[in-house]
Structure formats: C-alpha cells, structure tokens
C-alpha cells in the first residue's frame, strides 16, 4: 500500500491536509482510492490506517 504523505499544511481552520505522494486504488468499501499530489483533510491518523476526506467533496476512507 503506498499512501505516504509528501507535505502536510494547516487548514485555517486548524485542521491538517496531507497530500498523496502516490497513486492509490481502494480494496474495499471502506478505503479511498486517491491519485498522487490529492489533497485530503486527515480526520483521523490514530491509527495504522488514515481516515481522509477529499478536500473537494463528501467522500471519506482509509488510506494507509
């Protein structure tokens, strides 16, 4: 699985956006497939799998 952040930025709101250094296809219902350079809100990262959002939309998912 190849999510690895390439740079992280605040949000002004506070909240962090990560950014996919590489293509992702999801394997399940509950990951997110990303494409490299997507900027996604992190929701969660308490654990070994990341919840995101998408940045430009309502879509959510585990990446890792």
Not at 16 to 42: F, G, M, W
Request: hydrophobic share 40%; glycine share 4%; with cysteine.
């Amino acid at each position: 699985i190849f999510f690895l952040l390439f740079f992280s930025l605040l949000n002004e709101d506070g909240s962090e956006i990560v950014v996919a250094k590489y293509n992702y296809n999801s394997q399940d219902n509950n990951e997110l497939t990303i494409t490299k350079n997507e900027r996604l809100l992190l929701l969660d990262d308490t654990c070994q799998w990341w919840k995101v959002k998408r940045v430009d939309s309502d879509d959510t998912g585990y990446v890792y």
